[in-house]
């Protein structure tokens, strides 16, 4: 938050206080934090000297309540210098002062993981970041940070995002050590806070998860040597194999006290920086030309560095295909006459700016070469998975394998949480006490709605190319239904059929490796009418978060090897997103449906019939009241038998 003193005038706009007035920005009482305004060569440069919140009157007060993940928002301002270290940079120390924030001790730069390069602004645009914490779990917690480019208000670009792990240190001991502390307990808030909240947990366990694949990838390289010599560029047609070290870039730098921060410690985002420039003069040997940053993989500080350190940054060449290719920083540190200490591996993800494609690195048959290019595939792989997390598609069936499992299974959860937390437009309908709402989802886009705020689908208009509509079911269950035994209920295999009338069986079909709460079901749904009954092969992901006991079981249409053909007396059919969410709540559980109308379906008449109550028994919709309406009151019923 930036603040303006009060009898500063500000041109064009007034003074500070008119300031406030007409910034977009929520602010806070002045009386909460501490602000710093500059006049240099008359332009006002407003800097952030503190952005500490908390009970100001009596500070031996401690507040039990439940801290709102939204209270840690940062946001921070800088002047667009047009290179991606400077907003690193800013990233960090907007993320160290949201973290700080909620955890109210300090705080340092555990890791830093899938910063992804959208696009750069134009010079004329200032840098805005923002960072808020997503999670917190035991004494470590998730910080989202995301950088984008304003111009006077009218223009705003994405620029990047990145999530940073920071961990909370007590006072220094005796010894100087200092060890963790215990962080408070955070909740999420709007909807969007929520979805962040549970995705936390999942990039968490692909976290842990990564150095696992790397291994892996190094492993099988090794073992069945398919790594095979390929030819090399012209950019190195004149050079051997054993000739490839010299295109090796090499830097250094000494850390000086603007380069730490207050811990005294160097600054995350400045090493980061310092990395950039090393890898990108890197590429440019390699390339022969100009090369862009894409995305920076997982960086963990494994050491931390101090004033006066030297560090010796070494960028490397690991693998390179088509127009990318991946560049590998070795950060080693020493003070003057003390030992060398390796202190972090950057690893990115650079593209050639409108040159020839780069040609496949060759290989030389050095182990190391070897062993750095598989495990430049192996991060390749773990790059993949992060983004399904990321990215919203909504596609039909696709294949399921033992390479794409756990980016399948990533992706069934993203969607889902990612479609709780979009705004739905609610319907005047409520049939037996179910609440509706539905959303059209243009895929990549937002929901389209028109000048009065609803959706073109709700005042009965087309859908448009590449737009899904999706339909939400909610209804309240009371205490004496817990959301543990109605998420235990729902997942139950043998169960179903009691209360989906279109259901003639359900089990499950094929367990998956290493997928401890994900499986494929298999589903056969009778339609009548003398149609062949439909088969349904679906991936099954079940979730459950410990913190505030929201369950998920998400659904979606997948094609087994070998079983691409329905069985005989079937037709196959595909359901592109399915979810069943059971959030507690002070007088019992919520219980929401959200599934896809199929564009078979005429999705805009669907909305138009339920707008007019006209839910015929027989079709489509009516039978998802139906059997939504006959899930509540088995699970009521199964708590009188209780």
């Not at 000297?49 to 840690?72: I, W």
């Not at 019939?609 to 699970?635: D, H, I, M, N, T």
Request: aromatic share 6%; with cysteine.
């Amino acid at each position: 938050f930036l603040g303006l003193a009060d009898d500063l005038e500000w041109p064009g706009l007034g003074r500070g206080t008119e300031m406030w007035q007409k910034c977009g920005e929520r602010c806070i009482d002045r009386g909460e934090g501490r602000w710093s305004v500059k006049n240099v060569d008359q332009q006002v440069v407003l800097s952030m000297a503190s952005c500490t919140r908390g009970p100001t009157k009596d500070t031996n007060h401690v507040d039990t309540a439940d801290f709102l993940l939204a209270e840690s928002k940062v946001t921070m301002v800088q002047e667009n210098e047009g290179n991606l270290g400077a907003i690193l940079k800013i990233m960090d120390r907007a993320a160290c002062l949201s973290a700080e924030i909620l955890a109210q001790a300090a705080c340092v730069t555990l890791s830093m993981d899938d910063l992804k390069v959208f696009q750069q602004c134009p010079p004329t645009h200032r840098v805005v970041a923002t960072a808020e914490v997503t999670r917190a779990f035991n004494t470590s917690m998730e910080v989202r940070a995301m950088v984008h480019g304003v111009y006077t208000g009218t223009s705003k670009i994405l620029m990047c995002e990145s999530f940073f792990t920071f961990v909370a240190l007590g006072p220094p001991a005796i010894d100087g050590s200092r060890a963790k502390v215990q962080l408070r307990k955070a909740v999420p808030g709007s909807p969007h806070a929520r979805a962040n909240f549970h995705l936390a947990a999942e990039r968490r366990k692909l976290r842990f998860k990564a150095a696992e694949t790397v291994r892996a990838a190094i492993s099988r390289s090794v073992a069945t040597a398919s790594v095979d010599p390929i030819g090399l560029d012209r950019v190195r047609e004149t050079k051997s194999l054993g000739d490839l070290a010299e295109l090796d870039f090499e830097t250094m730098e000494i850390v000086f006290p603007q380069h730490t921060q207050h811990h005294g410690t160097t600054f995350g985002g400045v090493i980061m920086s310092w990395a950039v420039t090393c890898a990108v003069s890197c590429g440019e040997q390699y390339a022969h030309g100009p090369v862009e940053v894409r995305q920076l993989d997982e960086v963990v500080f494994r050491e931390p560095s101090t004033i006066g350190d030297r560090l010796r940054l070494r960028a490397r060449v690991n693998h390179a295909t088509g127009d990318s290719m991946e560049i590998g920083v070795r950060i080693e540190a020493w003070a003057v006459g003390g030992e060398t200490r390796h202190i972090n591996s950057i690893f990115l993800e650079c593209s050639a700016s409108g040159l020839r494609p780069l040609a496949a690195m060759g290989i030389s048959t050095n182990p190391n070469s070897v062993r750095r290019f598989a495990a430049a595939v192996g991060r390749k792989d773990v790059r993949s998975l992060r983004s399904s997390i990321r990215i919203r598609t909504f596609p039909g069936s696709v294949e399921l394998n033992l390479t794409n499992q756990h980016e399948l299974c990533l992706t069934n959860v993203g969607q889902a949480f990612s479609l709780r937390a979009s705004p739905f437009d609610t319907l005047e309908v409520n049939v037996d006490e179910i609440d509706v709402a539905c959303r059209v989802e243009h895929i990549g886009a937002t929901s389209r709605l028109n000048s009065s705020g609803r959706s073109e689908v709700d005042e009965g208009l087309t859908v448009g190319d590449g737009e899904m509509v999706f339909l939400k079911l909610t209804v309240r269950l009371p205490r004496t239904i817990s959301a543990s035994d109605a998420a235990r209920f729902i997942a139950d295999t043998s169960q179903r059929t009691l209360w989906d009338q279109d259901v003639e069986s359900y089990a499950v079909h094929r367990t998956l490796k290493d997928a401890e709460h994900d499986d494929v079901v298999r589903m056969v749904r009778t339609l009548g009418g003398g149609q062949l009954p439909v088969e349904l092969v679906l991936l099954r992901s079940i979730r459950n978060d410990d913190v505030n006991g929201t369950y998920l079981l998400a659904f979606r249409s997948v094609t087994l090897p070998q079983e691409a053909c329905p069985s005989d007396g079937f037709v196959r059919g595909s359901i592109s997103s399915v979810s069943f969410f059971i959030e507690p709540s002070v007088d019992g559980c919520t219980l929401r449906y959200i599934i896809h109308i199929p564009p078979a379906l005429q999705p805009a008449e669907v909305m138009k019939q339920l707008r007019l109550g006209q839910l015929a028994p027989e079709s489509w919709v009516g039978r998802q009241f139906a059997s939504f309406s006959k899930l509540r009151y088995v699970l009521l019923e199964s708590v009188k038998l209780k």
